[in-house]
C-alpha cells in the first residue's frame, strides 16, 4: 500500500458536484462502483453527462451508434450545439476573465462584456470570409484577448487553432503551414523573465509565407502598439462593428472544433482534429465531476496557448468558472510569484505542471509559511509524472487540506484518461483514479490485461473527445497507425503505468522511452525518483543507447551552478539507485551536460536525446523549448564505441 496523504473530510464528499451526480443518477457505492457503470453503459452515463452538466443544445434521440471500429462509434450523432454559446451562457456577478501580466498589469471582464465583444469580433470575422469549416489561429499569450478570438471563430462554426508566441518562425510555418488559417491573431511583443521580446517581424514574414491568409489582426500589448504594413489592429478590425448579443451557428457532435499539434520532434507535427460535442462534453465531465467546479470558483492554470491545457481551461466557462489568465515567467521575479497570485486573485483550483512543483521544492519556497491559500481546494499537477516526494513537498509546504490531482493524458483526445476524483483519497505518486467514461486498462506486450507491475496504458472503448482524425489523413491511416497498431482494437497511448490497489495509477513514463537493458523494462521515472535525492542534481534525464546486442542506460545530469561532477558525486548517484531500485536500473553511464533539452509543453525529450546518442537524426529540433541543448548530447567521446 502507497502513503495516504489526505483524505477528503464527509462534508466536503457531501458538497462535491459528483456526490450530487451519484445521488442523482445511482445509488453507487463509491467511485469504482461508478467508473464501472460508467464505462459498461456508455451511452446512459454520456447521456447522463449531458444532462446533469445543462448542455445548451438539441442531444437528439441516441447518444451512442456504434461503428465496425473503435473510430468508427459515433456519440450524439442527432446533436446540434454551438461550443462558445455554450461557454457563454452564464451570468453571473464579477469577472469571468482576469488577465495578469508578468509586467504587474491587470484587467477584468464581465460577462456581459464578454458576450458584447464576442458579437463585435465575430460580425468582423464574417465580414472578413470567415464561415463554418473555416480556420483560424491565434499565435497570442495567454491573455484574455485570445479567448476572445476563440470564442467569436467557434461562434461562426470556424475551427480554432492556436500557438505560443514564442515559437520559431520554421515551428510556426510547420504548423500553420499545414492549416493554411484564413485569419491570424497575433501580438507584437510579449514579456518574459523580465524581457520584452518583439515579434512583429516574424508575424508579417509567416503571413507573407500563408496564402489563404487575408488578416493579420494584432492585439496591442506589452507596451507595443503593432501598427504598421500588413497588420490590422483588432480595434481596426471591429470598429465597424456595434456590440449585440452573438449568434451562434449550430454545429453536429463531430463537427471541427480545435486543431492541435503534436510535438513534432521527430518529423512535422500531426494536426489533430477535435470534434465540438466531444471537447465539450469530455471537459465539462473532467472539470464538474473529476475536479469540482462549480458556477463562481475561480480557475488559475499556468498554461501557454500551445498546449492543450490551454483549451482545456478555457472550457470551464461553460461550468461558469472565472477564469485567472497568466502571461510570462512563473519564477520572475521570485519562486512566490504564482503562489501571490493564487493569494491574491482567490483562487479555488490551481493548474500547473509536475517540473514547475519539483522546481519549487528545489528552490526551498514554502507558501505555507507565508500565503493565505484558504480559498485553494483544487491542485492540478500534469505533464510529467510527479514523483513522490513531490506530492509529500505539497501537503508539507503548500497546503495539508488539498486534493491534489495529478491529471494525466494528452493532445491526442484534449482530456484525461486519469485524474481526480473529489470524493477519493489522495495516495502519493498516484494519479487517484481512472476517469468516468475512460475504459482505461493496463497490458502486457501481449495485449494481457496486468496487475502488480507497469505495464501499457490501453483503452478498450471509444469515447466522445477520441479525435475525428488528423489533418490531409483521408483514410484515416496515419490515425490508425499512431493509435491501433500495437494492439489492433486497443487505443495505445504510449504511456508505461501501473494500475494500483486503490483504483488510482502510478505513470513511468513514456513507453516509446522505456529502458530495457537485458530486456527488462524500466520506466525512465523510476530513475528520476532517485536521481532528486541527490541535492547537486538540478534535472536529469535517461535514454537507452544501443550496446552490444542489447541497452545500456546512459544518465545526463545538470547540475546546481557551481557543481562539478567528480567520482564521487557518480558513485553517489549510482548507489541511490541502486539502493531504492535494482542492480538493473543502474546507469552505465553519468554524464554532465549543461541543459537538458524540453518540449515547449515541458516534457523532457527523451527520444530527441535517445535518437541522437544512437546515430539518428532529430528532423525537427525547433519544436523544442530550447533546441540549442542539443549540442550537449552530440558526438559525445564517452559515449562512442569503445567507451
Known amino acids: ?4 496523504l489526505w483524505t477528503p473530510s464527509a462534508e466536503r464528499v457531501s458538497a462535491s458536484l459528483l456526490n450530487r451526480f451519484m445521488r442523482e443518477y445511482g445509488p453507487f457505492e463509491g467511485y469504482d462502483a461508478l467508473w464501472e457503470w460508467s464505462v459498461t453503459d456508455r451511452a446512459a452515463f454520456w447521456s447522463t453527462v449531458w444532462d446533469f452538466c445543462g448542455v445548451t443544445g438539441l442531444k437528439g434521440n441516441s447518444a451512442l451508434s456504434p461503428g465496425e471500429h473503435m473510430i468508427d462509434d459515433r456519440f450524439f450523432p442527432e446533436a446540434r450545439l454551438n461550443y462558445a454559446e455554450n461557454l457563454l451562457r452564464a451570468d453571473l456577478p464579477g469577472p469571468v476573465l482576469i488577465g495578469i501580466g508578468e509586467d504587474g498589469t491587470r484587467s477584468e471582464m464581465s460577462w456581459a462584456e464578454l458576450r458584447a465583444e464576442v ?5 468582423a470575422l464574417r465580414a472578413a470570409g470567415v464561415g463554418k469549416g473555416d480556420r483560424v489561429a491565434g499565435v497570442m499569450p495567454n491573455i484574455p484577448e485570445t479567448i476572445l478570438a476563440m470564442l467569436a471563430a467557434t461562434s461562426l462554426g470556424a475551427v480554432w487553432s492556436s500557438c505560443s508566441p514564442d515559437f520559431g518562425t520554421q515551428t510556426l510555418i510547420d504548423r500553420l503551414g499545414q492549416i493554411r488559417p484564413k485569419v491570424i491573431f497575433t501580438v ?17 514574414d509567416l503571413a507573407g509565407k500563408l496564402d489563404d491568409c487575408s488578416h493579420l489582426v494584432c492585439v496591442p500589448y506589452a507596451g507595443e502598439s503593432g501598427e504598421g504594413p500588413g497588420v490590422v489592429t483588432l480595434a481596426e478590425f471591429c470598429a465597424p462593428h456595434a456590440a449585440g448579443e452573438p449568434v451562434f451557428e449550430p454545429m453536429g457532435f463531430d463537427d471541427p472544433l480545435f486543431i492541435l499539434f503534436s510535438s513534432g520532434t521527430t518529423g512535422l507535427p500531426k494536426c489533430i482534429i477535435h470534434r465540438t460535442g466531444g471537447a465539450l462534453l469530455q471537459h465539462l465531465k473532467e472539470h464538474q465531476l473529476q475536479g469540482d467546479i462549480r458556477p463562481g470558483d475561480r480557475l488559475f492554470y499556468y498554461t501557454t496557448c500551445g498546449w492543450m491545457m490551454w483549451n482545456w481551461q478555457v472550457s470551464a466557462l461553460a461550468s461558469g468558472a472565472t477564469l485567472v489568465l497568466f502571461d510570462g515567467s512563473p519564477f520572475y521575479p521570485s519562486p512566490s510569484r504564482l503562489a501571490d497570485l493564487c493569494v491574491a486573485e482567490r483562487v479555488t483550483h490551481f493548474g500547473i505542471s ?10 526551498g519556497f514554502q507558501p505555507k509559511d507565508s500565503h493565505d491559500l484558504t480559498a485553494l481546494r483544487v491542485l492540478f499537477s500534469t505533464g510529467s509524472p510527479l514523483s513522490e516526494s513531490g506530492f509529500a513537498y505539497v501537503y508539507e509546504r503548500w497546503k495539508s487540506d488539498l486534493c491534489l490531482s495529478s491529471i494525466a493524458g494528452g493532445t491526442d483526445i484534449l482530456g484525461c484518461f486519469v485524474g481526480g476524483s473529489p470524493i477519493s483519497p489522495v495516495y502519493a505518486g ?9 475504459a482505461v486498462d493496463v497490458v502486457d506486450e501481449a495485449g494481457t490485461p496486468l496487475r502488480g507491475s507497469p505495464g501499457e496504458l490501453i483503452s478498450r472503448l471509444s469515447h466522445p473527445s477520441m479525435p475525428l482524425g488528423f489533418l490531409n489523413d483521408t483514410d484515416r491511416a496515419r490515425y490508425r497507425n499512431s493509435y491501433f497498431e500495437t494492439y489492433p482494437g486497443l487505443w495505445h497511448q504510449g504511456d508505461l503505468v501501473e494500475l494500483m490497489p486503490e483504483g488510482g495509477m502510478e505513470f513511468f513514463g513514456r513507453s516509446d522511452a522505456t529502458l530495457n537493458p537485458g530486456g527488462v523494462r524500466i520506466g525512465t521515472a523510476e530513475l528520476y525518483r532517485q536521481v532528486e535525492r541527490v541535492a547537486e542534481v538540478a534535472d536529469c534525464v535517461a535514454v537507452g543507447q544501443r550496446w552490444n546486442n542489447d541497452e545500456r542506460i546512459i544518465l545526463f545530469v545538470q547540475l546546481q551552478r557551481g557543481v562539478a561532477l567528480t567520482e564521487a558525486l557518480v558513485k553517489r548517484i549510482r548507489d541511490e539507485i541502486r539502493a531504492n531500485t535494482s542492480p538493473r536500473h543502474v546507469p552505465a553511464k553519468v554524464i554532465q551536460v549543461a541543459a537538458i533539452p524540453y518540449t515547449r509543453t515541458g516534457k523532457i525529450a527523451e527520444l530527441a536525446i535517445k535518437n541522437l546518442i544512437n546515430g539518428r ?7 523544442l523549448r530550447n533546441p ?7 558526438n559525445l567521446p564517452e559515449i562512442s564505441h569503445g567507451n
Open 1 to 4: 500500500m502507497n502513503t495516504c
Open 119 to 123: 458579437s463585435r469580433l465575430q460580425q
Open 188 to 204: 507584437p511583443a510579449y514579456h518574459y523573465n523580465g524581457k520584452t521580446h518583439r515579434c512583429m517581424d516574424k508575424l508579417r
Open 354 to 363: 509536475a517540473k514547475y512543483i519539483e522546481s519549487c521544492m528545489a528552490a
Open 430 to 438: 498516484q494519479s487517484q483514479k481512472r476517469q468516468l467514461g475512460m
Open 617 to 623: 537524426d532529430v528532423t525537427n529540433g525547433s519544436a
Open 628 to 634: 540549442e541543448s542539443l549540442q550537449y548530447f552530440s
